[in-house]
């Protein structure tokens, strides 16, 4: 019975150290805070190292544009409900935040060279009068960018005079453009050839996306700055 209150000493003490030994190890040591705890509730998934973004340049491209070009991504409208989007150097040239977007066809005119807005607007191509929009792209200088998005119906009130104007900006496609297609377009006052800038789908049942319209249209690039314009 005498050893009764030492026995109970020495197990008091022994538990202390146990306890002390495990508070350490899961602890870490002194100074390093919750390491070991935050190990045992964290899933090896977690764990791993997160894989880092991809870093986005202007306008959200995945990679910079060369020297003397100018970074642009454009997105037709789709079909009768979101607004098309024009970005240029990282500045958003037309789109249903700015609220300077509409139905029909979504123009804005750069000055090739210092890659500046001229002047932005949308042309109501369904019941709209196409000698607005023959009055805005007639008198273009040499050396002007013309980038252009559809939305909606982008050809109901286009006439032969007009379809000209773009083919001669480079516009391979818009002879065919019809009732509803989807079209972005990226041309230039005084070029030789035919835009690489183009993308044109058609408006067809047996395609369409949406009831009664075409898929939205992305295109993104590098244009060229001009050297001249006047």
């Known amino acids: 019975m ?3 209150g030492p026995l109970r000493i020495v197990v008091l003490v ?10 350490s190890i899961l602890l870490g040591g002194p100074g390093n805070g919750f390491p070991r705890i935050q190990q045992l509730f964290t899933s090896p998934e977690n764990s791993v190292t997160a894989e880092p973004r991809a870093r986005k340049y202007k306008c959200g491209l ?31 040239l037309m789109s249903s935040v700015k609220d300077n977007v509409g139905r029909g066809l979504n123009i804005a005119l750069v000055n ?10 949308a042309f109501d191509m369904w019941a709209g009068d196409v000698n607005e929009l023959l009055k805005f792209i007639r ?9 252009v998005a559809s939305y909606d119906d982008p050809a109901t009130k286009m006439n032969e005079e007009t379809r000209k ?30 835009s ?13 996306k949406y009831e009664g319209w075409p898929e939205a249209l992305e295109m993104e690039g590098c244009i060229p700055r001009r050297t001249t314009a006047s």
Do not use: Y
């Not at 995945?62 to 970005?87: D, T, W, Y």
């Open 196 to 208: 690489p800038f183009e993308q044109h789908v058609k408006n067809s049942r047996h395609t369409n």
């Open 14 to 23: 022994v538990t202390v150290g146990l306890t002390w030994i495990v508070v």
């Open 112 to 121: 090739g060279v210092s890659g500046e807005l001229i002047e932005a607007r």
């Open 62 to 92: 995945p990679q910079p544009c060369p020297e003397e070009h100018l970074a642009f991504r454009m997105v037709s409208g789709a079909a009768n409900v979101i607004g098309p989007k024009i970005c240029l150097e990282d500045k958003m």
């Open 165 to 194: 104007l773009f083919s001669d900006l480079g516009s391979k496609n818009v002879r065919d453009l019809a009732f509803r297609d989807s079209w972005v377009f990226v041309g230039a006052k005084g070029v030789q050839n035919k």
């Open 2 to 4: 005498r050893l009764a």
């Open 139 to 147: 008198p273009l200088h040499e050396g002007t960018l013309v980038f």
